[in-house]
């Protein structure tokens, strides 16, 4: 630091005076900045947003619109010293080095986002342009500045419930933030997975709690060549002559108890990860658990406080000249455990991930990949499109068809949040959406095959999922025929056909036109549009999937098993009813036989797929039931009743609710509402006809009236079936398939899964 006293930035004298307010400019205006920055510095009687930076023009335009903020450049360089005071560094982790070092040695102070770099050595020379210029280097880990965060801080320094003996802290859950681009899903621009992202949050508040000192014991996660979406790690610290070791868990593929909870002597304090205030006392003896909270706090204070929390401390450093509270280089030490727990991974292996493609000699773990039939490449891979790559299908499938080895792999993927088990592999992903005809044409380019698992999901929107399913797959057709696409695989689904008219669902089943099934009748469509395609050079085939379940799987797994342990899963009229499911690894096995069957047998196919032997839904959810301990509810319902409850499923209440009571009242509340309903305020006035249709629209002049809803937990979830059993005999006969995995096997995987993925109570399952 260059002898530089600890409390002061600049070299000798006084601070040279700050002329307020002082203007600031965003760069990087994603998600976290618009959500969070814009909204508190627009707010700030001390700060002027003076300047967006943002590679994205339509984003920039808009916000800088909305936002009025004078200065809009796509290119940090464009911005001078006589423009701007400050900065605040929002872009992608790889970009805050250089990014950060150009404004501090042109005096602009900086405020980067987390993770501060991507390497321990990367920050400490960003603290060193800092010092060298004489101005305030902050980052973003606002959590430490958390009311509850510094009260257990004081807690443990005064050793108020005796001296700390363990930690456990957790965060994450399925899904995770909604980024609006890729950047945190790749590799080279994150640097990292999930330790990278949530980790700088966490491990600043252990460092912070426990001491900088801390070393990495262990460390473990599932990142196989991409980057991890789950890890594990235990820490050792030394607190005021006391070890202290904290086993933490970090996760966007499973919902964890996401909190901390630290273990002393007298007592266990613990809170989860958005409290800001209350920490819960369990007494190791005696008293009941009771409440805690610091003195001189707000409790009903906005979310926004914690960020302006952050800028009021950049900014008051910059005004005082000291240094502030999170300064630089007091988050050395957790980026330190960062690298050192990269530099120690071992593997995590679970039943249902793919052995590392890697080591050619690693052993699948499990008999479900044993039986596998993908082989190692003898050849040059080839090149294959799998479109909804971040969904349940097109994850597994991009899973599978690279650890064979015999494909590249290029991933669509519309929402980033939807990547995180894509991005444990080194593959490319593309952001694209089937909507547009120039992202079609960029996904295809250079492509040999094509795997189709897109499909439209604004559900109870028919307009938008017709032009995704059906719209989105002409124009895919259309573009891969041009491009040169040889073998198109086709996912449609047994929801073409109708529920109840045919006892045997085959490949020559005929297809329904119900429109009030707008899944069956949209996938239906774009079946045919595929097939109409087929000419001597383009191949299509149609692999029409029943009920596909497994790790990850949403509507046969996560929703009915959570459901079926709180007693509320209710088979009507279907315990007896063919399943047709048929487990994601079977699937994946029927997409490479279509990708890899030879084109004169197999051209213009459709093939029906599922498990062999087909269980009964009784079976099927009774595996589960017997497992978990429960029983498994069945009851009778008018047939009548049963086809509306199918035909018309929870998604189709979307627009009802859009136009509900509590929807009104919450559009009034969000018009008075500054910053969120400035915008719409000022178009409103701006377009009087506007604010009429739209009060008249949730019916706005209406009275308020608030009435409890009723409690979901509580509303049963009645589970109804088609009628008909599926026939695998074309899928035999055109793509020699057989299901690799039984049923058994797969739930007991499924299970496993469940069980970690906390679908399941840990308590429930018999292990």
């Known amino acids: 630091m260059n002898n530089i006293p600890v409390n002061t930035i600049y070299r000798s004298g006084a601070p040279p005076q700050i002329k307020l307010p002082l203007r600031v400019a965003v760069i990087g205006c994603g998600s976290f900045a618009e959500q969070f920055h814009l909204p508190v510095l627009a707010g700030h009687d001390d700060i002027k947003l003076a300047a967006l930076v943002d590679r994205d023009s339509k984003r920039l335009s808009r916000l800088a619109t909305a936002y009025g903020v004078p200065i809009a450049v796509e290119d940090q360089s464009d911005l001078s010293v006589n423009q701007i005071d400050a900065a605040i560094l929002a872009t992608p982790p790889v970009h805050h080095r250089d ?40 980052v973003g880990v606002y959590k430490r500045l958390l009311p509850v965060i510094r009260f257990v801080k004081q807690l443990l320094q005064e050793q108020r419930f005796g001296k700390p003996l363990r930690c456990t802290a957790s965060w994450g859950g399925i899904g995770g933030y909604g980024s609006a681009t890729l950047a945190l899903m790749k590799k080279e621009l994150a640097g990292g997975g999930v330790l990278m992202d949530l980790g700088p949050h966490l491990l600043d508040i252990l460092t912070y709690w426990f001491g900088e000192d801390g070393r990495v014991l262990e460390y473990r996660d599932d990142a196989r060549g991409g980057i991890e979406a789950d890890c594990d790690g235990l820490l050792g610290f030394q607190l005021q002559g006391v070890s202290v070791e904290v086993d933490f868990h970090l996760s966007r593929a499973r919902n964890l108890d996401s909190g901390f909870r630290v273990e002393c002597e007298t007592a266990t304090l613990e809170f989860g990860v958005t409290e800001r205030f209350e920490i819960t006392v369990y007494p190791s003896v005696g ?56 530099s120690k991974r071992q593997s995590l292996d679970y039943p249902w991930l793919i052995p590392d493609h890697q080591s050619p000699s690693a052993t699948p773990v499990t008999a479900a990949h044993a039986a596998h039939s993908f082989v ?164 299509p085939v149609i692999l029409r999937p029943g009920c596909v379940y497994g790790p990850y799987g949403f509507t046969f797994v996560m929703n009915p098993l959570a459901a079926l342990v709180q007693g509320r899963l209710v088979l009507a009229d279907s315990s007896d009813l063919p399943s047709n499911t048929v487990y994601v690894d079977n699937l994946a096995h029927a997409i490479c036989l279509a990708l890899e069957g030879d084109e004169e047998r197999i051209c213009g196919e459709i093939a029906v797929i599922s498990d062999e032997p087909n269980w009964t839904w009784g079976q099927y ?128 995987v499924t299970l496993q899964w469940a069980y970690y993925a906390g679908v399941v109570p840990r308590e429930k399952v018999n292990r």
């Open 99 to 138: 990014g950060a070092i150009d404004l501090l040695q042109r005096g602009i102070h900086v405020l980067v986002e987390k993770p501060m770099a991507l390497h321990l050595a990367d920050a400490e020379a960003m603290c060193a342009a800092a010092d060298d210029s004489g101005v305030v280097l902050a």
């Open 287 to 342: 008293a009941s658990p009771y409440l805690i909270r610091p003195t001189d706090v707000d409790t009903g204070a906005s979310w926004f406080e914690p960020f302006r929390a952050e800028i009021d401390d950049w900014l008051g450093a910059i005004v005082a000249g000291k240094r502030p509270e999170l300064d630089g280089r007091s988050c050395l030490a957790s980026l330190r455990l960062i690298e050192e727990c990269y």
């Open 621 to 748: 959810f009774g595996f589960f039931a017997d497992a978990l301990g429960v029983p498994l509810r069945t009851a009778s319902a008018p047939t009548n009743d049963l086809r509306a409850k199918r035909i018309k499923p929870e998604h189709a209440k979307v627009l009802p609710a859009l136009v509900s009571a509590e929807a009104k009242q919450f559009a009034k509340r969000l018009l008075r509402t500054d910053p969120l309903g400035t915008l719409p305020r000022l178009t409103m006035e701006r377009f009087p006809a506007s604010e009429r249709w739209l009060r008249k629209l949730l019916k706005m002049d209406a009275p308020e009236i608030y009435r409890r809803p009723p409690s979901r937990a509580s509303r049963d979830m009645v589970f109804t079936s088609r009628k008909g059993a599926i026939s695998l005999e074309n899928a035999k006969q055109a793509l020699g398939y057989h299901s690799l995995v039984d049923p058994e096997q797969a739930m007991a």
């Open 376 to 539: 190692r490449a003898t050849k040059a891979p080839r090149r294959v499109l799998i479109t909804g790559a971040g969904g349940f299908i097109g994850s597994r499938a991009s899973e599978l068809l690279f650890a064979s080895g015999n494909w590249q792999i290029r991933g669509q993927i519309r929402r980033p949040a939807s990547a995180s088990r894509l991005a444990r592999l080194p593959i490319e992903m593309i952001q694209a959406d089937l909507r547009s005809e120039s992202d079609v044409a960029r996904m295809v380019d250079g492509c040999d095959a094509v795997v189709h698992c897109a499909v439209g999901t604004d559900y109870g929107q028919n307009r938008s999922i017709y032009e995704v399913t059906v719209g989105g797959t002409k124009r895919l057709v259309d573009a891969a025929k041009r491009a040169g696409v040889q073998r198109f695989v086709h996912l449609s689904s047994i929801g073409v056909n109708d529920p109840d008219a045919h006892s045997v669902i085959s490949h020559d089943t005929p297809m329904h036109s119900n429109k009030d099934d707008w899944y069956g009748y949209t996938k239906g469509l774009a079946e045919r549009a595929t097939l109409a395609a087929a000419d001597g050079r383009f191949c």
